[in-house]
């Protein structure tokens, strides 16, 4: 299947003429062989295939890019979501470095390199990126949490004060669950960070910083969920490198003993977990 898969990839144009029987001849495989591969790339049979390549190579000979829309069907074949939400997922990425506002990025990252302690609220997908963003500053030495119960978000808010820093992630910006506490810490006197889809929106009001991301265009399997975690994601990257080249000396030794203290979980090379 490999032949077939390298032969399709490198000539579309050429293997879009050849029937089925021809392109098991140029490859020196067999029929069978050819329609497992077009199974195996998500399309019903070689037929499929055959056409889609038609299409690519069509597109390469006229120098347009790739007509690709971000809508997935229930129909699409496997390779088709494959290649949409790659797309989606890179535009989401181009679109939410662009409009970075990198001065307000540095002003947070030099606000929880000096942070006594870090809060960072999030609810749902939001909220499984602020537990990467606490573990990924916990495993360089700094004092984050996570709460994932918004009452108790709250009351650890109360606890915070000048010197701590308070993280909110909402992509609408509108979760009262996440603006809550972000507000809580606002007025005890905390440096405040919003990560947010909407510059405008209600949590911005308890935002010292406000950091921006950009979302994909959504779909009714491409919920809105899959793309705002793409770019929060890397304003997350973003932050924690930032704070890592800011505490090197202290960062490096917290990184490599957290990496020390789990070694012991990992299953030796060859064997299997």
Do not use: W
């Not at 290649?83 to 989401?92: I, R, S, V, Y």
């Not at 749902?124 to 009452?151: C, E, F, N, W």
């Not at 004060?161 to 669950?177: C, F, L, N, Y």
């Not at 960062?251 to 490599?256: S, T």
């Amino acid at each position: 299947m490999q032949r077939v898969a390298e032969a399709v990839a490198s000539d579309p144009a050429g293997c879009a003429a050849l029937t089925v029987t021809g392109l098991a001849e140029r490859t020196g495989t067999s029929e069978a062989t050819v329609v497992r591969t077009a199974r195996l790339l998500g399309y019903p049979g070689y037929r499929d295939l055959r056409l889609a390549l038609a299409g690519l190579a069509a597109q390469q000979q006229s120098g347009r890019a790739p007509a690709l829309t971000t809508d997935i069907t229930v129909d699409d074949p496997i390779a088709d979501v494959v290649a949409k939400l790659a797309h989606d997922e890179q535009q989401t990425l181009a679109d939410t470095a662009a409009g970075l506002d990198t001065v307000q990025l540095g002003a947070a990252v030099a606000a929880l390199v000096a942070a006594r302690r870090i809060d960072v609220y999030g609810i749902g997908a939001s909220g499984l990126v602020a537990q990467d963003l606490t573990q990924k500053l916990l495993r360089i030495g700094l004092m984050a949490h996570a709460p994932g119960d918004p009452h108790l978000a709250v009351t650890n808010a109360v606890q915070l004060r000048a010197g701590d820093v308070a993280v909110a992630i909402t992509h609408s910006g509108s979760t009262r669950d996440v603006i809550e506490p972000l507000r809580v810490a606002f007025e005890r006197g905390a440096t405040t960070v919003a990560i947010t889809g909407r510059p405008d929106a209600p949590v911005t009001q308890y935002a010292d910083h406000v950091l921006t991301t950009s979302t994909a265009r959504e779909s009714e399997l491409r919920p809105a969920a899959m793309s705002s975690r793409t770019g929060q994601l890397l304003v997350v990257d973003c932050l924690f490198v930032g704070v890592a080249q800011r505490t090197y000396e202290t960062a490096a030794p917290a990184l490599a003993a957290s990496y020390e203290a789990l070694a012991h979980r990992r299953s030796p090379r060859g064997r299997r977990a």
